[in-house]
């Protein structure tokens, strides 16, 4: 589950914690090797304090965090650190290996909110039209952006997208989100068009014979990872004349964000997205709002 990587003397545990939580609270392996990469580093600069990590007491956390933040971590990885050991006591202390929890007293940092960059109307009317849709690869970017659009789906929600999962049909898919928690999610016509053309012309070509559950496949009949999507993003964004910053999730903030901007109820946003509370998605409606701001300003003679 968690790739090895360098040893110490409480790796085992370490991974054995993490083992658990993944078990348990179904965690995303990206993220429990990130609190893996966390707790050895904290686990390393204890060592060079002559302390064990399941003997750490708050003052020694408090002079690793301050370490760390002295040695210019942002904030944003102060907390995350903070919130692997908040993960790695909380076990230990459940399971009696230790007595006292000694992160329940560390405040976290606090962190700015940034608001997540959603591209504008034209600029995704540009970027889905920028595939070459008479080649096999092409006509399937265009099925995965419609896609991933049309749904808000998270990048590895799309790249991960089996087969089954999808019903043209009846025009829904369901999808197994964070925390293993499963949501209906409707396509919508264009999607369901463009979906049905790679069904039928391009992935025969891409699989040539052999089959998969997934329904993108590349020229290898293979999956795609979340890092072969975003080269295919970044590449169709040149190509579309997109000036605006893009990440890889740019289209699920642009759905999430033009919803609202027509109307959408937040509580239906929340569904769709899959998050589990509503206090996420309502930063979508600050982007909005800063939307709104941004066209009064610019069109209004007394902006």
Do not use: C
């Not at 064990?52 to 408090?62: K, P």
């Not at 096999?136 to 419609?146: K, Q, S, V, Y």
């Not at 979508?284 to 800063?290: C, G």
């Amino acid at each position: 589950m968690v790739a090895k990587r360098t040893t110490s003397p409480n790796d085992a545990l370490i991974r054995s914690v993490l083992e658990q939580l993944w078990s348990e609270q179904g965690l995303a392996k990206n993220t429990l090797a990130s609190y893996r990469a966390d707790l050895l580093a904290v686990d390393r600069l204890l060592a060079q304090r002559g302390r064990a990590l399941v003997d750490a007491t708050r003052e020694d956390l408090y002079a690793v965090l301050a370490e760390r933040s002295r040695a210019g971590i942002s904030a944003r990885s102060g907390a995350r650190m903070l919130s692997s050991l908040r993960l790695f006591f909380r076990h230990l202390l459940r399971s009696g290996r230790v007595a006292v929890d000694p992160t329940a007293l560390i405040d976290a940092p606090k962190l700015p909110k940034p608001l997540p960059k959603a591209l504008g109307e034209g600029d995704i009317d540009a970027l889905l039209a920028a595939p070459d849709v008479d080649t096999p690869l092409g006509l399937r970017d265009r099925a995965m952006l419609e896609l991933m659009y049309a749904t808000g789906l998270r990048v590895t929600e799309l790249v991960t997208l089996a087969t089954e999962q999808v019903n043209l049909r009846q025009g829904a898919l369901r999808v197994r989100g964070k925390g293993g928690k499963d949501r209906l999610v409707p396509i919508g016509e264009v999607a369901i068009d463009w979906l049905l053309r790679y069904v039928e012309q391009s992935r025969p070509v891409l699989l040539k014979g052999r089959q998969s559950r997934l329904l993108f496949v590349s020229i290898r009949a293979e999956g795609l990872s979340r890092q072969m999507f975003w080269v295919v993003v970044k590449k169709l964004a040149v190509r579309a004349g997109i000036r605006a910053p893009i990440s890889p999730h740019g289209l699920r903030h642009a759905f999430a964000t033009h919803l609202l901007n027509h109307g959408a109820d937040l509580r239906a946003l929340q569904m769709l997205l899959g998050h589990s509370s509503l206090s996420t998605t309502q930063i979508y409606t600050l982007v909005a709002r800063e939307g709104l701001k941004r066209i009064h300003a610019e069109h209004h003679p007394r902006g």
